[in-house]
């Protein structure tokens, strides 16, 4: 059964404080990796898709990496504004279409 | 170009009555996905529709829930006699339906449904 898993549910870390999220998965016919954020209240917002192991793609403090079983999402040196939930979904080839399945996301305080 | 609509962005219902839920893709969009979402919880898949077609809606529950995509309109999800247990943020999604490659979702801001 296709299945994502978050790690840690929840991080508490200091301003400046850097660290890693974790996002692993076991699912057949892998079409891609994402990443989003969703602030309290609000929808996910698109952040990273990752279509190999080895890739790596950057955004501002957030850097997403993608192995064959997980994928990390590093944050370098965060601010309060980056307190949210990401979350993280693979995107399988499943009956005819590419189902999007996500994990229960880990929630990120970042404290001045 | 407008991201995903959702309206109302808040849906307060009493115990049996029915809850209309309407979603506009992003313009170029023929694809649209529903999600449920409880407190602390991730989304949970609820149905996959393009125009007038619905792909898979292995995630609905077969009693009280429907939902359509009509060629013209907006994406509704439908509830009829709602219970206090379907309370939840329901969120919509398009994309553009790229076949054969990875089709990246964009999510409206999400109607939170309360019933009392």
């Known amino acids: 059964e296709d299945q994502v898993t978050q790690s840690p549910e929840a991080l508490r870390l200091q301003e400046g404080e850097s660290s890693s999220l974790n996002c692993s998965y076991t699912?057949?016919?892998?079409?891609?990796l994402f990443w989003y954020r969703q602030d309290p209240g609000k929808g996910p917002e698109f952040l990273f898709t990752?279509?190999?192991a080895g890739e790596e793609k950057e955004k501002e403090r957030l850097k997403a990496t993608l192995t064959k079983k997980e994928s990390f999402l590093h944050i370098t040196a965060p601010k309060p504004e980056d307190s949210a939930t990401y979350l993280c979904?693979?995107?399988?080839?499943?009956?005819?279409?590419?189902?999007?399945?996500f994990g229960a996301g880990t929630r990120l305080a970042v404290h001045p | 170009n407008a991201g995903v609509m959702q309206n109302p962005r808040h849906l307060v219902r009493r115990r049996g009555q029915e809850a209309r839920l309407r979603c506009s893709p992003m313009?170029?969009?023929?694809?649209v996905y529903w999600y449920r979402q409880l407190p602390e919880e991730g989304l949970k898949f609820m149905v996959y529709l393009q125009k007038e077609n619905i792909i898979d809606e292995s995630g609905m529950p077969k009693e009280r829930f429907s939902a359509e995509f009509p060629k013209e309109g907006p994406s509704i999800l439908r509830i009829q006699q709602v219970v206090r247990g379907d309370s939840a943020a329901y969120f919509c999604?398009?994309?553009?339906?790229?076949?054969?490659?990875?089709?990246?979702?964009?999510f409206g801001p999400g109607t939170r449904l309360t019933v009392l």
């Open positions: 979904a693979v995107q399988a080839y499943s009956g005819g279409y590419n189902k999007l399945i």
């Open positions: 313009k170029g969009h023929s694809h």
């Open positions: 990752l279509y190999s």
């Open positions: 999604a398009s994309s553009p339906g790229a076949s054969g490659s990875t089709d990246t979702q964009y």
């Open positions: 699912v057949s016919g892998l079409r891609g």
